[in-house]
């Protein structure tokens, strides 16, 4: 069954940059679609950013600061996150889109941003 495995989460000072990975288990001809969700206390949960193919897709929010990128050797997608904001705090959760497995999430990651 797909499983993902992230890794990268951490504490960074504000303005700071921080690059999540997401490994998954099953190759990435399999996959029709990956990103990464990010869920606060008390806020709604956010789509970040999807890469799909060749095309990404961000939430506003995050536009010109993030970049999900894909290394298909690894079967492993990056999300490389820079100008980090007091806001940016989170758990960051990546998901695979199967086309067999269906959507699969990674363990979450959190990511703590210092003043």
């Known amino acids: 069954q797909l499983q993902l495995v992230e890794s990268g989460g951490g504490l960074v000072q504000a303005g700071g940059s921080l690059t999540l990975s997401c490994a998954a288990s099953?190759?990435?001809?399999?996959?029709?679609?990956m990103g990464w969700y990010r869920q606060a206390p008390w806020k709604q949960r956010e789509l970040v950013a999807t890469?799909?193919?060749?095309?990404?897709d961000y939430a506003d929010s995050v536009k010109g600061r993030f970049t999900i990128t894909r290394d298909t050797a690894k079967n492993t997608v990056y999300l490389q996150m820079n100008s980090l904001k007091p806001e940016d705090p989170a758990v960051y959760y990546c998901?695979?889109?199967?086309?067999?497995?269906?959507?699969?999430w990674g363990q979450g990651t959190q990511v703590t941003v210092s003043s």
């Open positions: 998901y695979a889109d199967g086309f067999r497995s269906g959507v699969q």
């Open positions: 099953t190759s990435w001809f399999r996959i029709s679609a």
């Open positions: 890469i799909r193919g060749g095309s990404t």
